[in-house]
């Protein structure tokens, strides 16, 4: 038997990051992941020559992101990506965010709409936008941000769980403008945290059961049984699900009902001189409808190293909740949708070389219609049962930022 007196299962940023912060007040916990290497979503990948992030791209400057940089010993390793021009394929065309996509009328009636009251407390992403702003905002760019980043529809997002910020919310320290990576790319980080732990995060390990059990909690896992007074589930929606049904059932049931769309994330790479003119940008998301991709990210654009001398690398995402069969289609079906994007908009000459598809069964949780009761089932569970936290971007934002601060307010 194993003791701990703080247990974490899941080794993605939620669980590493809390699990550093209690080692830094003296605690060390102890994490359990069931994958092979840590990082949850956040995965890099090197092949042939390319740098290939099979998650997350790239994230949001932060003090808690530079902070623990610092403390992971990552600081000289840290990449700014340049300020690059983002785009919208509208009508066949490539629009510079915002004013190329949105129009003269669209911005008299955005400032107009600044009189407006609010809406309801159930008021979608693509509502609140069409009626602050009018409905060509809400079309060309409220709807391909949410289905480009989130893979979501802006007509089920709800806008005060998406985007707290527009409603007075405050985020954790600062944030600044700039996106950052590593040099190794993303999972430098939570490689670095787990490496930093030792032999109290482990890797490779299945949980099979939690009970409660003399005022803490006996974890029957493939090393066998863990015991600890403190548990964070840090999995997963589903997983957390799937682990928290014999101990809190309003919770497991909220969670099983947390609906992440499947993803494809396609790497294709061309030759410089394949495009008609060089691409310059951080890349493009696709007013829905215009195309079968959400949107792509020109990843060489942005960090050195991401690909070879005279190659370009495009990270491309399909699928989502919009179109989730597009995300298991067969690579030559997918090689093909990216071609035409490509040669549409993009003046590709010639098709691209597919690198990698990396398909996500359940990619980014939507803090849908059903978020309100999912947060209110998790609080009145961690308050009912001392010693029980759930963390994960089903909950406190779907960003490495987000996630970042919510571990850190945890562990606090």
């Not at 956040?42 to 003090?63: C, M, Y």
């Not at 510079?96 to 008299?108: C, E, H, N, R, S």
């Not at 905002?137 to 802006?154: C, K, T």
Request: net charge positive; charged share 25%.
């Amino acid at each position: 038997m194993i003791e701990s007196s703080t247990l974490v299962l899941g080794g993605g940023f939620s669980g590493l990051v809390f699990a550093h912060e209690r080692k830094k007040r003296g605690e060390e916990a102890l994490v359990l992941d069931s994958a092979a290497e840590p990082g949850g979503a956040a995965r890099t990948v090197a092949q042939e020559g390319f740098l290939l992030e099979l998650g997350p791209n790239t994230v949001r400057e932060s003090d808690a992101l530079i902070r623990l940089a610092r403390e992971a010993g990552l600081e000289n390793e840290i990449l700014f990506a340049p300020r690059l021009p983002r785009f919208i394929e509208w009508g066949g065309k490539l629009r510079k965010v915002p004013f190329a996509a949105l129009g003269i009328a669209g911005m008299l009636r955005g400032a107009a709409g600044l009189l407006l009251p609010r809406g309801d407390g159930e008021e979608t992403v693509y509502c609140h936008f069409e009626r602050r702003f009018g409905r060509s905002v809400a079309d060309r760019l409220a709807s391909p941000f949410v289905s480009g980043i989130w893979a979501g529809d802006a007509r089920r997002l709800v806008a005060r769980h998406a985007f707290p910020t527009l409603f007075g919310a405050r985020r954790e320290g600062k944030r600044g403008h700039r996106l950052l990576s590593f040099r190794g790319g993303l999972s430098a980080l939570p490689r670095a945290l787990a490496s930093g732990l030792g032999d109290r995060s482990r890797a490779g390990v299945g949980v099979s059961e939690i009970v409660r059990r003399d005022g803490g909690f006996s974890v029957s896992t493939s090393l066998g049984e863990v015991r600890c007074e403190r548990l964070v589930v840090a999995t997963s929606a589903s997983e957390a699900a799937r682990l928290s049904a014999g101990i809190a059932p309003a919770a497991s049931e909220a969670l099983s009902r947390v609906y992440a769309p499947p993803l494809a994330v396609a790497h294709c790479a061309w030759n410089a001189g394949d495009f008609d003119r060089p691409l310059a940008g951080f890349g493009h998301l696709v007013v829905p409808g215009e195309a079968r991709i959400l949107g792509a990210v020109w990843s060489s654009c942005l960090f050195p190293g991401r690909a070879p001398g005279g190659q370009v690398l495009i990270t491309v995402f399909l699928g989502g909740t919009l179109h989730p069969e597009i995300a298991s289609l067969p690579e030559e079906q997918i090689l093909a949708s990216v071609d035409e994007d490509a040669r549409r908009v993009l003046g590709a000459r010639r098709p691209p070389r597919l690198l990698r598809v990396t398909r996500h069964a359940a990619a980014i949780p939507q803090y849908d219609g059903g978020h309100g009761a999912l947060l209110a089932a998790l609080d009145f569970t961690e308050r009912e049962i001392p010693g029980l936290r759930f963390l994960g971007n089903y909950r406190g934002g779907v960003s490495v930022p987000d996630v970042v601060d919510s571990a850190i307010s945890s562990a606090g």
